[in-house]
């Protein structure tokens, strides 16, 4: 018979293993709780830190605003043209027409280099540029600009190109593609196969002008020409007033055609074969090229894109319950 105050083999072992399962759970809350106090902490410090890296940034795109080279000597300023012409390229009237204006406004330029390597784009932004050179040059009638052309300068760039007074290549640029290009596609038959109904509402009978769901219209193909014939013609004139009788009477310069460097020597769309140093060094007669050209600023995109990815940290972090 047991004594009084003993309690069986079996209640002792059901209340030392109640204990451990109160004790364990204990831990497992504090354990839990330091691991979510550290795991806050540590997206605190990353939160921090980024917020330090902005703010550096920002510093660094105030100081860094981009400034030409102070220049106590003559030289040749180089503004480049690469890439597609278009309003939201880095090839666009606006950037362009920036480094043409310095180069004009310093006066120990000796002559500007246009140095281009594209294959046309946008016929608004290539004659903006192209006008605003042409009046620059009434400005300043004693300093020269050149074109020196690289690896290709066709259609829109050689737009650009024809405002220079004279144009250089190398014998294997590619030169010329004086035209114009209107592109789209037709999906009338796939459509037709695939059981869709064209659904169009127009105000307007020309609206729907060359949809490229709805088979082509006469009238639309014989006004589309118009337009292109009118937009090609404003580049033969530009080209013709650019060259001038150096041009070669030969009715193909103006069908889109392009030639390699050599062959377009005889045929007057450029003046000779040469590079940027030649055409500094032996024509302008000053041997330091200073580049004019305005470059994007990779700080402004490297500030955005940190401050898009502060804002997803901030976005994840308050869901961690960072104070």
């Not at 497992?28 to 691991?35: C, G, H, V």
Request: aromatic residues 8%; contains cysteine.
């Amino acid at each position: 018979m047991a004594a009084f105050g003993d309690f069986p083999p079996s209640n002792d072992k059901s209340r030392h293993d109640s204990d451990a399962w109160e004790r364990k759970v204990i831990q497992d809350l504090a354990f839990a709780a330091i691991k979510e106090q550290r795991t806050s902490r540590r997206w605190g410090y990353v939160f921090k830190g980024l917020i330090l890296l902005y703010l550096v940034a920002l510093l660094m795109i105030t100081m860094s605003g981009q400034k030409l080279p102070a220049q106590t000597q003559q030289h040749t300023a180089l503004v480049e043209i690469n890439g597609l012409i278009a309003a939201d390229a880095e090839a666009n009237a606006d950037t362009i027409i920036s480094g043409v204006r310095d180069a004009f406004d310093n006066t120990l330029a000796q002559g500007l280099i246009l140095r281009l390597n594209t294959p046309g784009g946008s016929p608004v932004q290539a004659g903006i540029i192209n006008d605003e050179i042409t009046r620059l040059k009434e400005t300043r009638p004693d300093f020269p600009v050149y074109a020196v052309i690289q690896d290709v300068c066709a259609s829109g760039g050689y737009y650009i190109a024809a405002s220079a007074k004279e144009i250089y290549a190398d014998k294997a640029s590619i030169v010329g593609s004086i035209g114009v290009r209107m592109d789209s596609f037709g999906f009338t038959e796939t459509i037709k196969k695939l059981g869709i109904e064209r659904r169009s509402l127009t105000a307007g009978e020309n609206k729907a002008f060359l949809d490229p769901f709805m088979p082509m219209k006469e009238q639309d193909i014989k006004h589309a020409h118009s337009m292109l014939n009118n937009i090609h013609q404003q580049f033969i004139d530009v080209v013709k007033t650019g060259r001038g009788d150096r041009l070669a009477d030969d009715p193909r310069i103006f069908s889109g055609l392009f030639w390699s460097g050599e062959q377009a020597l005889p045929l007057g769309l450029i003046d000779g074969l040469a590079n940027s140093s030649t055409v500094a060094r032996d024509i302008i007669g000053a041997d330091e090229i200073v580049d004019y050209t305005p470059r994007p600023n990779y700080l402004d995109r490297f500030a955005g894109r940190l401050g898009a990815s502060i804002s997803q940290v901030f976005i994840k972090s308050s869901t961690l319950g960072i104070q």
